[in-house]
């Protein structure tokens, strides 16, 4: 089993920045990919960044490319994303997902494990 904690969300305006980090813990592997998914209130959770294993290789939504950024410590065990540029349209809860594979997977069922999430909101 893998646990994961959220934290950094909180309320900001419009234009301001977060950084949300994400701390794996248990039975953790060294050659998994994480990655950063959201989900609105009524909606479904949608996919937002990845990184591989080593943090080499990231792939981001076109919603949120040049304003966001996944990074990963190299303990390989905890993954950050950096959000620049907030807008509204970010509002949501963010939940951080370790997948027991490879690659840049950018599906939810791609991830074994979940965070509790954590609450971004960006006010006008």
């Known amino acids: 089993q893998v646990q994961l904690v959220e934290s950094g969300g909180g309320l900001v305006q419009a234009g301001d920045s977060l950084r949300l980090s994400c701390a794996a813990s248990?039975?953790?592997?060294?050659?998994?990919?994480m990655g950063w998914f959201r989900q609105a209130p009524g909606k479904e959770r949608h996919f937002v960044a990845a990184i591989n294993w080593n943090g080499g290789l990231t792939y981001y939504t076109d919603a949120v490319k040049g304003r966001f950024t996944i990074s990963r410590d190299s303990d390989k065990r905890t993954v950050y994303l950096q959000m620049n540029s907030l807008k509204p349209a970010d509002t949501a809860a963010y939940y951080c997902?370790?997948?027991?594979?490879?690659?840049?997977?950018?599906?939810?069922?791609?991830?074994?494990?979940w965070g509790p999430g954590t609450q971004v909101t960006a006010s006008s």
């Open positions: 997902g370790y997948s027991v594979t490879g690659g840049l997977p950018r599906t939810a069922t791609d991830y074994a494990y």
């Open positions: 248990g039975r953790t592997l060294s050659n998994n990919a």
